[in-house]
T-cell receptor, first 117, second 112 residues
């Protein structure tokens, strides 16, 4: 069981370039999330999705876009990379237990370390 | 706006000593609180989840308590081992929502 898989693991971008961070999960989870983690800081929510075709903004969505065409995949798109987007990006998923949607634990991928120069 | 704080940011203890990690949050209207472990270069692993109606959760050497009224949670790790060295993060889920707010984490080093 692979869990949550993120690719690539590392990437260096020049300012203004674009890229897509891939995230896929094989646990049939409905809820998926993108977080960024800056050094010494907690994780900040970028976007999340409660199911295929449904996405919503988190705390820090500016400069990013997402799509959720399938249950398994939740890619994160950076259109015009900026140095402020240098960070480690984590994808996570969880399965809502009937009637207790928020009480299921999050499963995380191993992260994508992105540097924008 | 919910704010989650973890103090200290780093902690070093000798092997065998009990670890006490603190987490505080500003809005007591939470749905649950989770503790996570993060190893260098890795994602987060969920350790314990405490629902708002619960006072504590236990798993092996780990025990987490929750005091909603004071906005505090404590993670106890008994008889620490070098393998417990990692960063520990807490996160709260707001009432009627599914978004987590994370603390900055406590980096733990257990010396052999």
């Amino acid at each position: 069981n692979a869990g949550v898989t993120q690719t690539p693991k590392f990437r260096i971008l020049k300012i203004g370039q674009s890229m897509t961070l891939q995230c896929t999960q094989d646990m049939n989870h409905n809820y998926m999330y993108w977080y960024r983690q800056d050094p010494g800081m907690g994780l900040k929510l970028i976007y999340y999705s409660v199911g295929a075709g449904i996405t919503d903004k988190g705390e820090v969505p500016n400069g990013y876009n997402v799509s959720r065409s399938t249950t398994e995949d939740f890619p994160l798109r950076l259109e015009l990379a900026a140095p402020s987007q240098t960070s480690v990006y984590f994808c996570a998923s969880r399965s809502p237990t009937a009637g207790l949607a928020d009480n299921s634990p999050l499963h995380f991928g191993n992260g994508t370390r992105l540097t924008v120069t | 706006k919910q704010e989650v704080t973890q103090i200290p940011a780093a902690l070093s203890v000798p092997e065998g000593e009990n670890l006490v990690l603190n987490c505080s949050f500003t809005d007591s209207a939470i749905y649950n609180l989770q503790w996570f472990r993060q190893d260098p270069g890795k994602g987060l692993t969920s350790l314990l989840l405490i629902q708002s109606s619960q006072r504590e959760q236990t798993s092996g050497r780990l025990n987490a308590s929750l005091d909603k009224s004071s906005g505090r949670s404590t993670l106890y790790i008994a008889a620490s081992q070098p393998g417990d060295s990692a960063t520990y993060l807490c996160a709260v889920t707001k009432a009627a929502g599914n978004k987590l707010t994370f603390g900055g984490g406590t980096r733990v080093l257990v010396k052999p």
